[in-house]
Every structure is written in structure tokens, then in C-alpha cells.
């Protein structure tokens, strides 16, 4: 039987871990594997053709095309990723779903099984109507968003779309625009003496916070002065920092990290470079996640915005940046609040769920 209520779908999404396998997951057995495929089961319930797309090993997308009275219509994409953060540090249960005082409990209720549960709910009520839409209508559980964006880059590129909504906790706003990340690690190498003649080696602690001293001096006030009307300034934050052995030796070693938040049109290569010749004796590496800046004047995005859902921008960054890189015009979307995603007892109201169903469900028959 088809769980209609999206609350009953989110409890059986919660209960199925995906934690991204990147860093500390908090569990001995992460992917997104077991998510996918029961996805894809579902899929074919609703009357989907669906189907598994390796990314990473035992790490797959799952993808659905629904029917369609002709070919040729726009393909309309329906993206939330099935990755969620580490369990670690959680005050709760995370993977238990339950339902208590108005809200679903557990990893990934508010980012993003809650949106998906809200999205799926929508095209399950649409049953036969989907054929007859102006779109083509595609859905996709994208893994690795939390660490990498594989599985939207994977997507993006073996798939052509003309919209995609990437589901989010944006209060069921438009989010048109975000900014861009871009995650430096630098590292300082020194000399171990013992501490006792601290004199005879060279410190790579004292190396690395001179180095984010002149960063903080000289960077900082030059990305303050590049301003997005929407999206305010570029934000650079160090991190982490952690270096030496023991408190008697002088450390040979330091690593630190740093969050940078761009702004669109701002590539990161010229950060990189700022970062450079400020910190020019320091070892660098980088990864980097798009922003995104869609014309708010495109049809689908009014559409969203007659329904309800204003258009705003966002500090963070998702999975709608990668489609947009690929031409294709994107805004994130769904129920919940970003400020319950990654906490220690995550939830989502589940009026707030609720309403994402009839959102998406409106907005699915306004395409006619």
C-alpha cells in the first residue's frame, strides 16, 4: 500500500540510514545504498520507470521518469539528495522517525527526506493526471551532496533537464541564488626539537597563525568589498587548526581550514590566489561548490512565486548550482527550516510537511 500521508513516508525514510560516508559518520555501515533502493521500489509503485545510476561504488542515484502523453515535452527535474550528515553527537534516536509534539524526529527529517517525503507525497496524490502535464516529470535522489555533489554532477551530465528544483528547508521560498563554497586547507611544515631549546628548530604552529593573521589583515578586507545585491558579501571563516605531537617537542606540523562563502561571479581561483600570497611559504589544497544566481524572471520560478513561495537568496550552497552549471536554470525548494538541519535532534513540524505536499501538488497541476 502507498503511504499517502507524508509524515508516514518520512518515518520510513528516516528509518532507512544514509549517512555520508565523509569524515565521521557515527555508524559502522554508511551509503546511501538501502535509501536508493527502496526509492526506486517506490518509484515503480507510483508508476515511474525507475532506476539505480552507479556513482561511487555501492554509492548510486537513484532516477525516475514518469509517463507521458508525447515526447518531446521539457523535462521537469524533482532533485532532493539522500545523503544526510553524521549521526554523531545526535540527542536523539536518529534513525527512529517518531512522531511527537507536532513533529518527525531523526537524521535528515528536515535535510532532506522531510522535502523528498513532501515531493514524492505530491506525485503520489497526482497519480494519472502526470501524463497530461505541460512537463515531462522527473524525480532524483541524489547522493553525496553533503560532501562533493557527486551524484548531482553525475546526473547533470549523463541527463539533459530544462528545471530543476532541488529539494531544500527553505520555508517553501525560492531560493534563486546561494553562494558558493570554498574549502582551503593550509599546512605549515617546521623543525621537531625538543622544548626544552625551543630555539634550535622552527615552529610550524607559530608559522600557521602569523600566516592567518596576514589572511585575516589582508584578505578579509578585500573580499568585503565585493557585494551581491542579494547575497551580501563573501564570508571567510578559519575553521580547524591542529598541529604538533606532544607539549615537550616543538611542532614540525599545522593544519588549519577555512570556510569561504562566495558570492556569485567570484571564482574561487582568485581567492585561492589572494590566499596565496598572503600565506606563500604554507602548503595549499582546495575543493570548491558553485553558487547559484537563476533569473528570477523565468516562467517555472513564477509560477513557484504565485503559489507562495517568494524568491530569496541563501548563504549555503546545494545541489542546484551543479545544474546550473550545466545550463539549466534551478532554485531550491521545500518545507522545513535550515536552521533544524545537521542539529543534534533534527525535526521537522509536520504541518510544515504537510503543506510542502500540497505545494508541490499545486504547483504540479498549475502545469497544464
Not at 115 to 135: D, F, K, N, Y
Not at 140 to 160: D, F, I, P, T, W
Not at 183 to 202: C, D, K, M
Amino acid at each position: 500500500m502507498i503511504p499517502y500521508s507524508p509524515t508516514s513516508l518520512l518515518g520510513e525514510l528516516i528509518r532507512i540510514p544514509s549517512v555520508n560516508p565523509e569524515g565521521d559518520p557515527g555508524i559502522s555501515m554508511p551509503g546511501e545504498a538501502r535509501l536508493a533502493e527502496f526509492l526506486e521500489s517506490y518509484l515503480r509503485t507510483l508508476g515511474a520507470e525507475a532506476w539505480l545510476q552507479e556513482v561511487l561504488p555501492g554509492r548510486p542515484n537513484v532516477v525516475a521518469r514518469f509517463p507521458s502523453d508525447h515526447e518531446g515535452k521539457p523535462r521537469l527535474l524533482l532533485a532532493p539528495h539522500t545523503d544526510t550528515v553524521s549521526v554523531a553527537g545526535m540527542t536523539i534516536d536518529p534513525f527512529s522517525g517518531e512522531v511527537r509534539d507536532g513533529k518527525v524526529w531523526g537524521r535528515g527529517a528536515s535535510d532532506t527526506k522531510g522535502p523528498m517525503a513532501a515531493m514524492l507525497t505530491a506525485l503520489a496524490r497526482m497519480g494519472e493526471v502526470i501524463p497530461t502535464l505541460s512537463h515531462e516529470i522527473w524525480f532524483a535522489g541524489l547522493m553525496g551532496e553533503e560532501s562533493g555533489q557527486y551524484g548531482a554532477k553525475a546526473l547533470a551530465a549523463s541527463e539533459h533537464f530544462d528545471f530543476v528544483i532541488a529539494g531544500e528547508p527553505t520555508d517553501l521560498k525560492t531560493v534563486h541564488a546561494h553562494k558558493g563554497a570554498l574549502w582551503i586547507t593550509l599546512t605549515s611544515r617546521g623543525n621537531a626539537v625538543h622544548a626544552s631549546a625551543p630555539e634550535r628548530g622552527e615552529n610550524a604552529i607559530y608559522a600557521m597563525s602569523r600566516s592567518i593573521e596576514k589572511i585575516r589583515s589582508e584578505v578579509i578586507p578585500q573580499l568585503d568589498q565585493l557585494i551581491h545585491p542579494l547575497l551580501g558579501r563573501t564570508t571567510l571563516s578559519v575553521g580547524t587548526i591542529k598541529g604538533g605531537s606532544k607539549t615537550n617537542v616543538v611542532p614540525d606540523h599545522c593544519e588549519a581550514t577555512i570556510d569561504i562563502r562566495l558570492i556569485p561571479d567570484l571564482a574561487p581561483e582568485r581567492v585561492v590566489e589572494l590566499i596565496r600570497k598572503a600565506a606563500p611559504s604554507l602548503e595549499l589544497s582546495y575543493l570548491s561548490s558553485k553558487p547559484l544566481d537563476t533569473d528570477p524572471d523565468h516562467p517555472l520560478i513564477g509560477k513557484l512565486v504565485s503559489l507562495g513561495a517568494s524568491p530569496v537568496g541563501a548563504p549555503w550552497f546545494c545541489d542546484a548550482a551543479v545544474f546550473a552549471s550545466h545550463g539549466v536554470p534551478a532554485v531550491a525548494l521545500g518545507p522545513g527550516s535550515i536552521a533544524q538541519a545537521h542539529t543534534a535532534d533534527e525535526w521537522i513540524a509536520m504541518g510544515d510537511l504537510e503543506a510542502g505536499a500540497e505545494f508541490f501538488e499545486k504547483f504540479l497541476l498549475s502545469l497544464v
